[in-house]
């Protein structure tokens, strides 16, 4: 067994404080949002008289729970188009020896440099034209289109690390290449899937910036846009932004805590591959 060291000590300590260091944020927002708007003490102060009212309020006046089923809805069906596109792209991307599929495939990793705000004003006149401006609709296809460059260069680059001889087994016993795909190859990509979906799942629920664009005015707003009435020019409710956010982070947690083990196997897995 390994002797217990003076650098194993500081290497615990340096641990120890960055811990600290992440745990901070989580317990001014917790204490917040239990704290009454009255009281204007310290945020880093731990709150003695506890209140619950400030969840109450918040998902009474945001309107929470619509706003959780639109993004629920938005992020369930984005990511699943997601990755049903992005693994059926990549195989040929991955497989096909050709001068396209190189082409084809930088030209798809050039939507991982190009940043999104550059066609901001386009996109928006494209979903007004199309009238999806107010409906969920215009995020799923915002989302399905900005996330499918990443999408397809994880899944190509996990693509290339797995044997070509299951598909050729495949082959052999007179599969095609739809067939193979979707019995043999599609479940070999499980812990890329995860990673995946992991990704795109809490950029699409956290994201800020294009529901407000695409839904702005709209009766079904995302959580984040639905926290944002809180925020004014002259005057904030901290407390009650708090509150909401513990609420809308709380079934991300949940899904976290009952899928901990296959997450950080597919999301290991993933990088590995």
């Not at 901001?120 to 409906?135: E, W």
């Not at 899944?155 to 797995?162: E, I, M, S």
């Not at 513990?246 to 949940?254: C, N, T």
Request: aromatic content about 14%; hydrophobic content about 55%; charged content about 10%.
């Amino acid at each position: 067994m390994n002797r217990y060291t003076w650098r194993t000590g500081i290497l615990e300590l340096v641990m120890l404080g960055v811990g600290i260091l992440f745990f901070v944020p989580i317990y001014v927002l917790v204490n917040l949002s239990l704290r009454d708007p009255s009281d204007q003490s310290s945020p880093l102060a731990p709150t003695t008289n506890i209140t619950f009212a400030n969840y109450a309020d918040a998902w009474q006046q945001a309107g929470l729970g619509p706003a959780l089923v639109v993004s629920g809805i938005v992020t369930v069906v984005s990511t699943v188009l997601l990755i049903l596109f992005a693994a059926l792209a990549a195989y040929p991307l991955a497989r096909a020896a050709r001068g396209w599929s190189t082409f084809a495939y930088y030209a798809f990793l050039c939507g991982l440099l190009l940043p999104f705000q550059l066609a901001l004003i386009p996109l928006y006149q494209t979903m007004r034209d199309l009238g999806l401006l107010g409906s969920p609709v215009s995020l799923i296809v915002f989302y399905v289109g900005s996330q499918m460059p990443f999408s397809i260069f994880l899944y190509v680059g996990f693509l290339r690390a797995v044997p070509y001889e299951y598909e050729e087994a495949a082959s052999v016993d007179g599969a095609g290449s739809i067939r193979t795909f979707w019995n043999v190859v599609f479940p070999l990509l499980r812990p890329i899937t995860g990673t995946v979906a992991i990704l795109n799942v809490l950029h699409i629920w956290n994201d800020f910036l294009t529901p407000l664009m695409y839904l702005s005015g709209s009766d079904s707003p995302t959580v984040p846009v639905a926290l944002f009435q809180f925020v004014g020019q002259y005057v904030t409710q901290w407390n009650m932004v708090f509150a909401g956010l513990v609420i809308s982070i709380a079934p991300i947690l949940i899904i976290y805590f009952i899928m901990q083990k296959t997450i950080i196997r597919g999301f290991a897995s993933g990088l590995k591959g």
